[in-house]
């Protein structure tokens, strides 16, 4: 009989962030900026303040 292997355990989901430097330049493609009281936050720190 052949052992089975749960992939689940062994690997977990990883959620994507993105470069702070890369997010700003984004938002500069769609003409939007980052307010000066946000400016030396993480972006999980303004998901955090900005969570509806």
């Known amino acids: ?3 089975t292997v ?7 989901k ?3 962030t993105p ?3 890369n997010f700003k330049v984004s ?6 900026l980052l307010k000066k009281s946000s400016e030396g ?3 999980a ?3 955090r303040k900005y969570a509806r």
Do not use: H, P, R
Not at 27 to 32: A, M, V
């Open 27 to 32: 938002l500069s493609y769609e003409g939007l």
């Open 41 to 43: 936050k993480s972006i």
């Open 14 to 16: 990883v959620k994507f």
């Open 45 to 47: 720190d303004l998901k």
């Open 19 to 21: 470069n702070m430097d």
């Open 6 to 12: 749960s992939k689940q355990n062994s690997e977990k």
């Open 1 to 3: 009989m052949a052992t």
